[in-house]
């Protein structure tokens, strides 16, 4: 049971365009939501958090959007620049399970 | 500060055998917890620890365990190797395990690459 969707595995941008990710859930006691980035060889690290009490947050060139009614969130890189190419996963949780589930991947490439 | 080590980084293996692997946190970080990452699942969370107790499981085989010490180190072991188990194991450290806030990110290892013969 995959309780966060990443329906898209690849997507590719060209450079200074956006870039948006998407990621759907289906439990609807998660109420923290977090993106990580993931280059080959390397652990995942964290870019940007939401909690279900916002909408909306932003970081530089990185904004999450959140639609609670819908249980969906997204990515978006503007602009999106040829070092952010990686995979990318969100993650959701729930308090005091002090666990995150995480998606599947989607894996980005920004073309020069 | 250093970051989250995990040894070994590979590892080969052949079915039946066991197998165990390392994780230092950040200093400081009290919290650990371990993912699987195979191609196509993603990360799977394994399990979490914090100040030498599991709080939280992932729905994975009993062959699959683990250990937290009271310098906050972490071991996980996985005895009688299946083919299936081949994958990137991923150690994240944080200050609490609260998964509910900003101020509580969980920060990864490079994770130990594991083949199954």
């Known amino acids: 049971d995959q309780q966060v969707k990443q329906n898209s595995p690849s997507l590719s941008v060209q450079e200074g365009r956006i870039s948006i990710l998407n990621c759907d859930y289906t439990n609807s006691m998660f109420d923290y939501f977090l993106w990580y980035k993931k280059y080959p060889a390397e652990g995942p690290t964290f870019l940007i958090s939401i909690s279900s009490i916002k909408d909306k947050n932003e970081d530089g060139r990185f904004t999450v959007f959140l639609n609670k009614s819908a249980k969906h969130l997204s990515l978006h890189i503007v602009p999106s620049q040829p070092g952010d190419s990686a995979v990318y996963f969100c993650a959701a949780s729930a308090s005091g399970t002090y666990k995150y589930i995480f998606g599947t991947g989607t894996r980005l490439k920004v073309l020069a | 500060k250093a970051g989250v080590t995990q040894t070994p980084r590979y590892l080969i293996k052949t079915r039946g055998q066991q197998v165990t692997l390392s994780c230092s946190p950040i200093s400081g970080h009290r919290s650990v917890s371990w993912y699987q990452q195979t191609p196509g699942q993603g990360l799977q969370f394994l399990f979490e620890?914090?100040?030498?107790?599991?709080?939280n499981k992932g729905n994975f085989p009993g062959r699959f365990s683990g250990r937290q010490f009271s310098n906050s180190r972490s071991e996980m072991n996985v005895s009688t190797l299946e083919l299936g188990d081949s994958a990137l194991y991923l150690c994240?450290?944080?200050?609490?395990?609260?998964?509910?806030?900003?101020?509580?990110?969980?920060?990864f290892g490079p994770g130990t690459r594991l083949t199954v013969l």
């Open positions: 994240a450290s944080s200050l609490w395990g609260g998964t509910s806030s900003s101020t509580d990110t969980q920060y």
């Open positions: 620890y914090f100040s030498e107790t599991q709080r």
